[in-house]
C-alpha cells in the first residue's frame, strides 16, 4: 500500500462503491495486456485458455482466409469483457453459445462484451468467426505473415498469431491445438503436431493437425502451399514429417540433406537434455524470400536461405534445441530471451564438437576473442537485453558464453546435470533467468550470482584468467565458421538489431 492524495470528489464516489455489494464491485474488463514490459499490450488478463480448435478456409490464389476458432478458457476475475489479440476482420463472436458485442482497438485488439458478466472461475467457450486477407494486415508498421508464390505462412516471433487466429497472446497462456484447414486440392496445409487426418471431397483437402501439449501461441504455425512431404520416425520412434516446398530451386537439396536429419539430430540432443518432449517431429521450408528460422512446436521453419550455402545441420540443431528449451519451457517474460537463445547456440557449439569441427569450449574462447572490449557487443545484457535488443547477436553469443563460463565454474557433471534437468523441472510451464540461476545452484551447491551477474547483466567485457586469456587465439577456418552469425532473423527486427543472428 502507498499513500496517495484524494481528489476533490473521491469520498463520495468511495462511499457509493462501498453501497454496492462486493461481487459486484469487483466487476471488470480483463487487462489489454499481461503486463509483459518489453510488449504491455501483448496478451490479455482475466482468462486462461487451455484449448484452440481452428477451422479453417484458405485460398491460396487470393490469400483469403476465413475460419471459426472456438476457444476454450476459464475465467481468473469476475469479468463484464476481455481482449483477443487479433487483426481479420470478425463477423460473430458467441460466448457459451450466446451472441456477445465485440469491438476492434489499438493495434490488434478484439474487445469482447458479453450479454452477461462472467464469474471468475466459469468455463468459458468461445466462438469467433472470421475472415480476412492476412498480407493486407500490418500491426505496428510490420507484418508476420509471409505472402508465397503459391500460398502464405504465418511464422513469426514474438507475434504470428494475430494474422490468422484469435488468441491470448503471450508464453505465459499455453495451450492446445486442433487445426483444421480446407486448401484446394493439390495444395497441402501444415501445422504442428501430429497429421490426424487429410480428406479430400469436392475439390478440397482438409487436412487436420493435433498438438496435444501445451503450446505457446508464437509457436503456433500454418503454411499453405504446395509442397514435398517426406515421413519416418526417429530411432526413438517419434514420428518425423517433413515438407519442402516444390519451387525451392537451387536451395532444395541442400534443405533436404539437413533436415532429413532432424529424427538424428533430435535423439542426440536427447543425451544432453533427457527425452524428445513431444509425440511429433519434423521441418518446414516453404519458398518465403526470408532469411530466419524458427522454433515452431514440433515442426520448425526453415527459410530457403539458410541453406544457400550448403547444407546447415547447425540451424537444425539450434531449432530443435528449442524444442526443450523455449518451446518445452518458454519464457516467463520476453526478457528472459536467454533460456531460449543462449542455449540454442550453445547446442550448435556441441554439435561442432560432435563433428569434429570445433570444440564448444574453442568457439567460446574464439566469440570472446572476437570482440575487444569496446565492441558495442559488450553492452547488450543477455539476461535483460530491452526489446530493441531482444534478438540482438550478444544473445546468442554473449549467452552461449555465459553457459561455458557456467560450465568452467561448476564442472562438467554438474553443468550436463543442470542442462537435462532443468527442462523436467519446468515442463511445459514457464521459467525466468532467475528461475535457471537459483537451480543451477541447487543442483551444483555453488552460489552462482557473481558469476550470471557479469555475464547476463554488465554491460561490459567479463575479464578471464590471464593464462585462459593468453591462449585465446583464432581457430581452424571450420571452427570460425561454425560461430559465426549467418544474417538478420526478421524483417520486422532488422531496422532495431544489426547483426541479430538468424534462427531462433
Same mark, same amino acid.
Given at each position: 500500500?502507498?499513500?496517495? #492524495?484524494?481528489?476533490?470528489?473521491?469520498?463520495? !464516489?468511495?462511499?457509493?462503491?462501498?453501497?454496492?455489494?462486493?461481487?459486484?464491485?469487483?466487476? $471488470?474488463?480483463?487487462?489489454?495486456?499481461?503486463?509483459?514490459?518489453?510488449?504491455?499490450?501483448?496478451?490479455?488478463?482475466?482468462?486462461?485458455?487451455?484449448?484452440?480448435? #481452428?477451422? #479453417?478456409?484458405?485460398?491460396? !490464389?487470393?490469400?483469403e482466409l476465413e475460419g471459426t476458432a472456438t476457444i476454450l478458457a476459464r475465467t481468473t476475475q469476475d469479468l463484464s469483457r476481455f481482449d483477443l489479440d487479433f487483426l481479420l476482420d470478425v463477423d460473430e463472436v458467441r460466448i457459451n453459445g450466446v451472441k456477445a458485442a465485440f469491438a476492434s482497438s489499438g493495434e490488434h485488439e478484439l474487445e469482447i462484451t458479453p450479454k452477461t458478466p462472467l464469474a471468475k472461475g466459469t468455463a468459458v467457450t468461445v466462438v469467433v468467426r472470421y475472415h480476412g486477407v492476412p498480407s493486407s494486415k500490418q500491426a505496428y508498421g510490420f507484418t508476420s505473415w509471409h505472402r508465397t508464390p503459391d500460398g502464405g505462412v504465418g511464422a513469426n516471433e514474438p507475434e504470428a498469431a494475430w494474422w490468422w487466429f484469435p488468441s491470448n497472446d503471450h508464453p505465459s497462456d499455453k495451450a492446445t491445438y486442433d487445426v483444421s484447414v480446407q486448401v484446394p486440392d493439390g495444395t497441402q496445409a501444415i501445422s504442428n503436431g501430429t497429421l490426424q487426418s487429410?480428406?479430400?471431397?469436392?475439390?478440397?483437402?482438409?487436412?487436420?493437425?493435433?498438438?496435444?501439449?501445451?503450446? /505457446?501461441?508464437?509457436? /503456433?504455425?500454418? !503454411?499453405?502451399?504446395?509442397?514435398?512431404?517426406?515421413?519416418?520416425?526417429?530411432?526413438?520412434?517419434?514420428?518425423?514429417?517433413?515438407?519442402?516446398?516444390?519451387? #525451392? $530451386? !537451387?536451395?532444395?537439396?541442400?534443405?533436404?540433406?539437413?533436415?532429413?536429419?532432424?529424427?538424428?539430430?533430435?535423439?542426440?540432443?536427447?543425451?544432453?537434455?533427457?527425452?524428445?518432449?513431444?509425440?511429433?517431429? $519434423?521441418?518446414?521450408?516453404?519458398?518465403?524470400?526470408? $532469411?530466419?528460422?524458427l522454433e515452431t512446436q514440433t515442426r520448425p521453419f526453415y527459410s530457403p536461405r539458410q541453406f544457400a550455402n550448403g547444407s546447415n545441420t547447425s540451424v537444425v540443431v539450434h531449432e530443435l534445441a528449442h524444442q526443450w528449451y523455449g518451446d518445452l519451457v518458454s519464457v516467463a517474460g520476453w526478457k528472459d530471451i536467454w533460456i531460449n537463445e543462449g542455449f540454442a547456440r550453445y547446442a550448435q557449439w556441441l554439435w561442432s564438437e560432435h563433428e569434429g569441427e570445433g570444440t564448444a569450449k574453442e568457439l567460446a574462447d574464439y566469440v570472446y576473442a572476437s570482440h575487444p572490449a569496446d565492441d558495442p557487443f559488450w553492452k547488450v545484457a543477455p539476461g535483460d537485453p530491452g526489446p530493441e535488443n531482444q534478438f540482438h547477436l550478444a544473445v546468442y553469443d554473449r549467452g552461449a558464453l555465459a553457459l561455458q563460463a557456467l560450465r568452467d565454474e561448476i564442472g562438467d557433471d554438474s553443468f550436463f546435470a543442470v542442462l537435462k534437468g532443468w527442462p523436467q523441472r519446468y515442463a511445459h510451464g514457464n521459467a525466468s533467468v532467475e528461475d535457471f540461476r537459483r537451480y543451477a545452484e541447487e543442483v551444483s551447491g555453488a552460489e552462482l550470482g557473481a558469476l550470471f551477474d557479469t555475464w547476463l547483466l554488465q554491460p561490459s567485457k567479463p575479464t578471464v584468467a590471464a593464462a585462459r586469456a593468453a591462449s585465446l587465439t583464432v581457430p581452424s577456418a571450420a571452427t570460425a565458421a561454425s560461430a559465426a552469425p549467418v544474417e538478420p532473423r526478421s524483417w520486422r527486427k532488422i531496422a532495431a538489431t544489426n547483426g541479430v543472428h538468424d534462427t531462433h
Open positions: 500500500m502507498h499513500p496517495r #492524495l484524494i481528489a476533490p470528489g473521491a469520498l463520495a !464516489a468511495a462511499s457509493v462503491l462501498l453501497a454496492i455489494p462486493a461481487s459486484a464491485a469487483s466487476v $471488470g474488463p480483463g487487462a489489454p495486456g499481461v503486463g509483459d514490459p518489453y510488449y504491455p499490450a501483448y496478451g490479455n488478463g482475466g482468462y486462461d485458455v487451455s484449448h484452440y480448435d #481452428l477451422r #479453417l478456409k484458405y485460398r491460396p !490464389a487470393t490469400d487429410a480428406v479430400s471431397r469436392l475439390g478440397w483437402t482438409r487436412w487436420s493437425w493435433r498438438s496435444d501439449k501445451p503450446q /505457446a501461441t508464437y509457436l /503456433a504455425t500454418l !503454411a499453405v502451399g504446395r509442397f514435398d512431404l517426406t515421413t519416418g520416425t526417429t530411432e526413438s520412434g517419434i514420428p518425423v514429417v517433413n515438407a519442402y516446398s516444390k519451387d #525451392l $530451386g !537451387a536451395n532444395a537439396g541442400a534443405a533436404r540433406a539437413s533436415i532429413e536429419r532432424t529424427g538424428e539430430i533430435a535423439d542426440w540432443l536427447s543425451e544432453y537434455f533427457g527425452p524428445y518432449p513431444f509425440n511429433a517431429l $519434423g521441418g518446414y521450408v516453404p519458398n518465403t524470400n526470408t $532469411g530466419y528460422a
